[in-house]
């Protein structure tokens, strides 16, 4: 028997840690829905030359009750800018030789999630004007978040961003705010070994360490395509600091092995006690990017899950507004659904792309499940003993054609209650056992759980009161 014992509210079944045994279950990722108001905004301003991967970066702001989104274009292009569209089809764009290139940090809000407003904020000049929704110029892959751990109001927004300025091209930097729009002075991180990148630099407050962490994709490794077989493949790395401003050095943290599944980049978020990477796959072969799913216990160790299934694919349609590449944001988790933000394209990553920002849901709790391998089967699945810490246990779970059945048992084996079987589609809904009883005779005791799933997917429990 595992000596910890695992004492919260809310667990998410992807997390091993807390699955003792499993018998004929498997981790399968949930079902995402493209949002049938997809596209939700495109390259429709001036400035915004080339969305690219656009690196999104969307919350929704409890204090404001607002969604917020600072995404990333390109406002200069050479590329783009000297070649008419009519000579387009005739050249690649990555062979197309570039006058220059800058990107900037932008911002848009909107009331649900699904108009968005680009409001002109006078802050940054371009093209003679400050009628932009920029708010920095030559800012590479900000990542941007909202620290509710932070006490100096100066700080509670924080951004990490490669320079786009040729004297410091792609060296980190960081910059703090009150509001999120009106942005302090950039200060470089002194440690160049925290990594160079050109991708998204994605940061978050990590409790455990008390400590900020970030992943990107580190530059100086290198990229390898399918006519460059000896250069290095794309890897995800790592790098930690105990005040936003001082970083260590950069670790590899995943690494890949095969050309058609490198690591574009890894959003990185923190949900019931574990951390979830949003894992970017770019295949060097077809050129293409989705999104698969990625889970830590503490920001070093990442668990890829179902490796090769998306949980946010490229339309098998070319043309579609998110053929070519899909970038997505973290996660916005919502009372009844999980929203995931991201940058889409209707052309391949080195290609003559349109962008735009897009939106994918899922069920709430319900990024991975445990289901059964073989469905004519029920799947069995026992916990590592938790403390009882609600009087109330509620399930999230699809069981449309068959059930879900829970036991309670001691931390030495023993059977305590059995559950009424659990039918349909469940979000946090509560078991009631058998007995009439609630859980109140259990708080604060060890227990174990063990779920028997019959046709029946398993996400997350709770427990409440």
């Known amino acids: 028997m595992s000596t910890t014992c695992f004492n919260r509210r809310k667990y998410l079944v992807l997390d091993s840690r807390i699955i003792k045994s499993a018998e004929n279950v498997t981790l399968r990722v949930g079902t995402a829905h493209k949002h049938p108001a997809n596209p939700l905004f495109g ?5 915004e030359v080339r969305y690219d991967n656009l690196y999104p970066n969307v919350l929704f702001d409890e204090e404001d009750k607002i969604f917020k989104c600072w995404y990333n274009p390109f406002i200069i292009d050479g590329a783009t800018a000297d070649t ?6 005739s050249v690649a764009y990555g062979n197309v030789s570039n006058s220059g ?12 999630g699904i108009s968005w407003h680009k409001p002109d904020l006078g802050i940054i000049e371009y093209a003679g004007s400050r009628r932009n929704n920029l708010l920095a110029r030559a800012s590479h892959g900000p990542g941007v978040f909202k620290d509710l751990e932070e006490s100096e109001a100066a700080k509670r927004y924080k951004m990490l961003f490669a320079s786009d300025v040729p004297a410091a091209r792609h060296g980190l930097s960081v910059r703090f705010s009150a ?4 942005w302090a002075e950039a200060i470089a991180i002194d440690n160049k070994n925290a990594a160079r990148g050109d991708a998204h630099h994605t940061c ?5 360490l008390k400590k900020y962490v970030a992943c990107s994709r580190p530059m100086g490794w290198g990229e390898r395509r399918s006519d460059q077989q000896d250069a290095p493949l794309r890897p995800i790395s790592r790098t930690e600091s105990e005040d936003f401003i001082h970083w260590s050095d950069a670790e590899i943290v995943l ?3 095969e050309l058609e599944r490198q690591y574009y980049v890894m959003p990185i978020c923190r949900y019931a006690d574990v951390y979830l990477g949003m894992l970017m796959i770019f295949n060097a072969v077809s050129d293409r990017v989705h999104c698969e799913l990625s889970w830590s216990p503490d920001t070093l160790a990442w668990y890829h899950v179902e490796p090769g299934t998306p949980l946010i694919d490229t339309s098998p349609q070319k043309g579609d507004y998110d053929w070519g590449c899909v970038y997505a944001s973290v996660p916005v988790f919502m009372a009844d659904e999980i929203r995931i933000y991201y940058g889409a394209s209707d052309d391949v990553h080195y290609g003559w792309r349109q962008g735009y920002l897009a939106l994918a849901t899922l069920r709430p709790n319900g990024l991975a499940g445990l289901q059964p391998d073989r469905p004519n089967l029920p799947g069995l699945v026992m916990t590592q003993p938790i403390v009882c810490v609600g009087r109330q246990l509620f399930l999230s779970a699809e069981a449309q054609g068959g059930e879900v059945q829970v036991a309670l048992l001691n931390a030495e084996g023993q059977i305590l209650e059995q559950s009424n079987p659990i039918a349909g589609e469940v979000n946090q809904t509560e078991v009631t056992w058998v007995s009439g009883q609630d859980l109140s005779a259990y708080q604060q005791q060890a227990i174990q759980l063990r779920f028997q799933l019959n046709k029946a997917k398993l996400y997350a429990f709770d427990f409440y009161g």
């Open 204 to 208: 978050l407050w990590a409790p455990e």
């Open 255 to 257: 690494d890949p092995s």
């Open 43 to 47: 390259e429709d301003r001036p400035w």
């Open 84 to 89: 008419p569209v009519a000579q387009r089809a």
């Open 101 to 112: 290139r800058e990107m900037a940090l932008c911002y848009a809000t909107s009331s649900d």
């Open 179 to 182: 509001n999120g729009i009106h």
